[in-house]
Every structure is written in structure tokens, then in C-alpha cells.
């Protein structure tokens, strides 16, 4: 087992409520050094409860909270080393560019000079060289959100706290911080545990996802693990897989026979839960056909096209398949009304017993 020493943060059985309401039910995570961490839940999930515990702005319950191996549940924000940065920024907006990044410098008591050395190559930076007179009310988006990141850097933590900084960032700026901010944490080395709802913002910025549903981390995996592989309805629907279908699966020598009523049987030398299951699929698994039979790998299923949308670059078919509804992205035009074939590669769906989990 790895010391305890060796993680940026360790959290053992953290319990916090709200009153008599209770928010975390017992939560367990690990963030090693220079790990990029993203939380990903729904909203009232507990992710932001979880920040808040480790940040030392929300008193817990019961559990423990380490940070590189030092016991920091007793201790007050300030003097736990790390820094957050939040969805509002929390810019001082009588104070300038310069003003705002070294604040918690002037804090720590350092002598003008090295504050003003430090803020300077952040500012280099982060771009914003020519703005130190500025204050922070006559900025942009993008530029305050890059001001609240250097005024979290420049006290030099070993961990960074994110609480959604990028969701006021119009679509553009929010891919180009997503970026920047993992960018400068890999050059940097801190650790970073970045709370979102956006699942596109974890998958791209993290090395490891937390999923996180009714105060419990339900999945802790890679982005790939977590999208390819989810262990529960709940994480498959979340990461995208909102089409449905009710099969029968039946073992076989070879490996199951799947059923859907209506539909020829497909067979598959995969394994898969017997009996009444339910598979969960994302729509850009799925293609539209009128070649082909049930075969091995793929199960095939004919209905009707009944709407069909553009957003660009593939079209976007919602189809009827006797009394269920699937969508389907495809990169062929269909008329609305005309007869298609689904084909569903069955081994990129999930498939859980029905009522049950993995």
C-alpha cells in the first residue's frame, strides 16, 4: 500500500451535512502530486461540498482529510498550502490586475520587490502584460478568469481547487482556458481537482474522472475507463448513453443470442448478463443501413425515420422502431418517413440487468 506521505490529497470516510441533512454518505479519494483530478456529477451531487471539505470552507462531520500526508480537518483555509479558484473569481474589483494577483503575497508578508517579480512572470504568463494598471471591473470574461488563476499560482500551492471557474466563459474562450489551465498545470507541477458538470470539460482536462451521484463517488476511472467502460446505469446515462432498449440475452455454446421483440436475434461472442437486460448506447455508436443481416457482433433493427437535424459535419436522426425511439448520428442524408436499418455493434453498448446494476 502507498504512504500516505506519497498523495497530494487523501480523504478517508468524509461525512458532511448540512444540519440534519446529510450531503457526503462516507467518501474515499486519493489525488497523487501533479494529478489532474475532475469531479463530474449532477448538480446537487456533492461534488462542490467535497471542494469545499478540502479547501477548509465547509466544517465535516466525520472522516479525515490529508493533505501530503499532514492532518488539515482542524485547520482553517489559509493555512492548508493549496488555493481555489471559483465560479465567480471573487476578484477584489477595487483592486487592479496587479493588485488582485499579488493579494496573497502581501498576505504571506513578502517585500514589494518579490512580489512584484513573481506577479510579472505570471503575468507574462498568463498574457496579460500591459494590463497590471487596469482594474479588474474594466476586463473581459476571459481576462478576469486568467487573473483569478494568477492570483491562485502566485502563492506557489501545491494543489489547486477549481469549483466550475470556466461556466461564465462563452463556448470559444472555454475551450482555449480548458487549455491553458492544463497546460500550465502540467509545466507547473501542482496537483488540480477541478469540480464540473460538463462532462466534454472533465474528459479533456483530466487524468483520472470522479463520478460522483447522491453524495457517493459511484466510479473512479481514467476518461476512457469511465466512458467505455461505466459500471452503472447511472454513469453510462450520464456519460452519454441515453438511448435504451429492453433485449433478452440467452447463453449459448458459442457465446449469447440477444433478442428484441420484433427483431431477428443477433449473436455475439462477447458475454453479457442473461436474461431481461437493458443496453445503454450513445447515438454516435449506431449507424443506419438498409444492407446487412443479424449477424455475429451487431444487432439490427428496422424502423422508420422520423425526425433528422443538422448540427453540422453528420446529421442527427431520431427513429421509430415499432413503439421505442432511438437516436442515431450518421453521416448519410435520410428522408423523413423513409424505412432504415439500425445497426448497433454490440459490443459498444452497456448492458446491465434490468432493475440492477453491472
Not at 97 to 105: A, I, Q, R, S
Not at 174 to 179: D, E
Not at 218 to 223: D, E, K, L
Request: hydrophobic fraction near 40%; proline fraction near 5%.
Amino acid at each position: 500500500m502507498t504512504a500516505a506521505s506519497t498523495f497530494a490529497v487523501q480523504v478517508e470516510g468524509l461525512k458532511v451535512g448540512y444540519g440534519s441533512v446529510a450531503v457526503l454518505h462516507g467518501v474515499d479519494l486519493d489525488v497523487r502530486p501533479g494529478e489532474f483530478v475532475a469531479i463530474l456529477g449532477s448538480s446537487g451531487c456533492g461534488k462542490t461540498t467535497l471542494l469545499r471539505s478540502i479547501a477548509g470552507f465547509q466544517p465535516v462531520s466525520a472522516g479525515a482529510i490529508r493533505l501530503h500526508g499532514r492532518d488539515v480537518a482542524g485547520l482553517p483555509p489559509e493555512k492548508r498550502g493549496l488555493a481555489m479558484m471559483f465560479q465567480s473569481y471573487a476578484l477584489w474589483p477595487h483592486m487592479t490586475v496587479l493588485g488582485n494577483v499579488g493579494y496573497g503575497l502581501r498576505l504571506k508578508g513578502m517585500s514589494r520587490q518579490e512580489i512584484g517579480r513573481r506577479v510579472a512572470g505570471l503575468l507574462d504568463m498568463l498574457n496579460l502584460v500591459g494590463l497590471e494598471d487596469r482594474k479588474v471591473t474594466n476586463l473581459s470574461g476571459g481576462q478576469r478568469q486568467r487573473v483569478a488563476l494568477g492570483r491562485a499560482l502566485a502563492v506557489e500551492p501545491s494543489l489547486l481547487l477549481l469549483d466550475e471557474p470556466l461556466s461564465n466563459l462563452d463556448a470559444k474562450l472555454r475551450l482555449q482556458m480548458r487549455y491553458e489551465i492544463k497546460a500550465l498545470q502540467a509545466k507547473l507541477g501542482f496537483a488540480a481537482i477541478l469540480v464540473t458538470h460538463d462532462r466534454e470539460e472533465a474528459m479533456t482536462m483530466a487524468d483520472r474522472i470522479v463520478v460522483m451521484d447522491a453524495g457517493r463517488i459511484v466510479q473512479v476511472g481514467t476518461p476512457e475507463e469511465v466512458y467505455d467502460k461505466p459500471v452503472s446505469p447511472f454513469v453510462a446515462r450520464f456519460m452519454g448513453a441515453d438511448n435504451t432498449l429492453d433485449l433478452q440475452v440467452e447463453a449459448t455454446a458459442q457465446g449469447v443470442e440477444i433478442r428484441v421483440d420484433g427483431q431477428p436475434p443477433a449473436t455475439w461472442r462477447g458475454t453479457a448478463p442473461v436474461g431481461a437486460v437493458v443496453a445503454y448506447f450513445r447515438d454516435d455508436i449506431a449507424r443506419l443501413d438498409r444492407a446487412g443481416t443479424a449477424g455475429e457482433g451487431n444487432l439490427l433493427l428496422d424502423g422508420t425515420v422520423e425526425q433528422r437535424a443538422y448540427p453540422g459535419g453528420h446529421y442527427r436522426y431520431g427513429v421509430s422502431v415499432g413503439d421505442r425511439h432511438v437516436s442515431v448520428t450518421d453521416p448519410g442524408y435520410h428522408e423523413v418517413g423513409s424505412a432504415v436499418r439500425v445497426c448497433l455493434p454490440l459490443a459498444a453498448m452497456h448492458l446491465f440487468p434490468r432493475g440492477g446494476h453491472a
